[in-house]
């Protein structure tokens, strides 16, 4: 019987030795999805609106509304953490190029013969 307790007793110890706290769960994976408050500079003006991206079964859609109206967005191609994605309106193809940081991003747009600028937008 002292065997036994012995035995007992040292399997016990062994195993809260080798128990460690659990692992932290993985974190969530990627997505652009979300709203955010921007500011870009477009024409040689700064601008503020809110960017809007959504996610369905993996695929993107979303609109940038400013003081100007609102502009659907589409195309939307994720790598990792870089994002690229265009507007249309009836006068020009607005491109984005962004790079998520954090809660939000940075990045740059392409107004065609109207040049280019950067953008930055913080998550709401």
Known sequence: MKRFATTFTLVLM????????????????????????????????????????????????????????????????????AVTFQGVTPDITIGFKVNYEGDGFVGDISLGDFGSGAIAGVKR
Do not use: R
């Open 14 to 81: 062994v195993a809260a030795c080798s128990s460690g706290p659990p692992e932290p769960p993985p974190p969530p994976p990627f997505t652009a999805a979300g709203v955010f408050d921007v500011s870009f500079d477009a024409m040689g003006q700064q601008m503020a609106g809110t960017l809007t991206i959504e996610e369905m079964d993996g695929a993107y859609s979303g609109s940038l509304t400013t003081d100007l109206g609102t502009v659907p967005l589409s195309e939307f191609m994720v790598d990792g953490m």
